[in-house]
């Protein structure tokens, strides 16, 4: 490990997945970087065990590397093709999976601190920074479990309520997997906005009381998930108690909350009294989680139902029993950022702009697109230390795709850690269902060779 130095181009906070991989790409372009890990300080967290650099928790964390139907495997494509420390690391420490990409959690960290150690242009620090930098180019990439006194210093610049909370996620549905033949679309009291789609907001899934009663027993009956030891006395977020925590309030409390069919008129359910449609007894809505328009958010369902319950008992849902879902709800301690308000699209703060944000703060979601956020930012960084104009990753990339995501595509108001996944792409509703993940990754991998073709100066051959 090379002495503590102040002399750098960029300080790096957080040696992680993401800091790690900035790290890289910046001293692979000639600039000096100081890396700040506060583990090995003294300092620690609850969830980590040693103090290693881009530490895994999972062994799995890789998940599949498929790169030709699957979003996952084909971000490992363009991280690859972007030179990527940690992809580099991954194959070193792979270890027998299939077509899952599964790695020795110590060979792979020792291989990312020793490529970094050795590096001439790193300086690695260990040290806890308890303050946003007033000054200097800087990448902030803590994670989710950044340091209070950090996290109370980004939520003095930013203007946030607080960063640390139990994040009780919604699932979210692709739209092509919905039948419409069993929903509709329509606002309550059919108020809309000047953004609404065609009759409203929200897609209506109505349940009878017979529905209705079976699948408030089942959320009754369903495994759920237990809390760590260090999780426990941390708040729910705002707005975002479990349905099966309302559930157990009374038989009737989900009806008269998120469920409630006041004021949507079911057109499946006319009377010559009712000619545009009874109120249904319940409702599940769903609203447009991207713009577009490929994902839908299960509104009000956030849940810390196990992954197989959630699939088995949403898929009893009117209009969702073939429910494809992008992302299933969840419940842990989490730390990260309203990206799309306070973040420009070059991942850098709005009030701050010498200081830019990578990794899972950012509000992606797993070890991979942490890593890959980290890959971009230190490209943005690099490129703008060398006065050269950035140009943006195509939104056809996987990389592109999250970006977007995170610095605009999805709304501010409603905005919440995510997974790469194929919903976050450019639809391509003129290929057929079954060959879209393939053209999907077909398409992918042809505009990131132009882009890289286009910015040579930018990504070194």
């Known amino acids: 490990m090379a002495p503590a130095s102040s002399v750098h181009d960029i300080h790096i906070i957080g040696g992680g997945l993401a800091g790690s991989e900035a790290a890289w790409q910046l001293a692979q372009r000639g600039f000096r970087v100081r890396l700040s890990e506060m583990r090995g300080s003294g300092a620690t967290t609850p969830a980590h065990q040693t103090d290693g650099l881009a530490e895994l928790v ?6 599949s590397d498929d790169d030709t139907s699957n979003a996952v495997g084909l ?3 363009e991280m690859r093709m972007l030179g990527s420390l940690v992809m580099r690391a991954g194959e070193i420490a792979r270890l027998p999976a299939g077509s899952a990409m599964a790695v020795d959690r110590e060979v792979f960290s020792a291989e990312v601190e020793r490529a970094l150690s050795e590096h001439p242009n790193i300086t690695i620090v260990r040290e806890r920074i308890d303050a946003l930098p007033a000054a200097g180019p800087t990448i902030i990439a803590t994670g989710p479990l950044t340091a209070e006194s950090l996290a109370a210093s980004i939520v003095r610049v930013t203007g946030a309520e607080r960063l640390a909370f139990f994040d009780a996620i919604a699932p979210i549905v ?3 997997s919905i039948d419409m033949s069993k929903c509709w679309v329509q606002s309550r009291w059919n108020k809309t906005t000047h953004a609404s789609n065609d009759g409203g907001d929200y897609i209506n899934c109505p349940l009878t009381r017979e529905q209705y009663l079976a699948f408030h027993k089942g959320l009754l009956e369903a495994e759920k998930t237990s809390f760590r030891e260090w999780e426990k006395d941390t708040p729910y977020f705002e707005g975002c108690m479990p349905i099966e925590v309302m559930a157990e309030r009374g038989v009737d409390t989900l ?3 998120p469920m409630k069919g006041v004021g949507l008129d079911n057109p499946f359910d006319r009377t010559p009294e009712y000619p545009q449609g009874r109120w249904p007894y319940a409702v599940v809505q769903l609203r447009q989680d991207n713009k577009l328009g490929t994902l839908w958010n299960m509104v009000g369902f956030q849940t810390k139902l196990k992954y197989a319950e959630q699939i088995r008992l949403f898929r009893t849902i009117p209009g969702l029993e073939k429910a494809e879902f992008a992302r299933l709800g969840g419940l842990h301690r989490n730390t990260f950022l309203n990206s799309p308000l306070v973040l420009d699209r070059q991942l850098r703060l709005r009030a701050a702009p010498h200081i830019r944000f990578a990794g899972q703060v950012t509000g992606c979601e797993g070890y991979v697109e942490s890593a890959a956020v980290g890959l971009v930012a230190g490209l943005m960084a690099a ?3 060398a006065g050269r104009a950035w140009q943006p990753l195509p939104p056809t990339t996987a990389l592109g795709a999250m970006l977007a995501h995170i610095t605009g595509d999805a709304e501010a108001e409603t905005f919440q850690p995510m997974n790469i ?5 450019p639809p391509l509703h003129e290929i057929g269902k079954k060959a879209r993940k393939e053209a999907y990754t077909a398409r992918a991998k042809a505009d990131l060779a132009r882009w890289i073709a286009a910015n040579r100066e930018v990504v070194p051959a």
């Open 75 to 77: 971000l490992h494509h």
């Open 421 to 425: 996944n194929f919903g976050l792409f």
């Open 383 to 385: 490129a703008e230390l």
């Open 58 to 63: 999972c062994s799995n964390s890789f998940r």
């Open 174 to 176: 692709y739209r092509d």
């Open 255 to 257: 009806r008269f909350g």
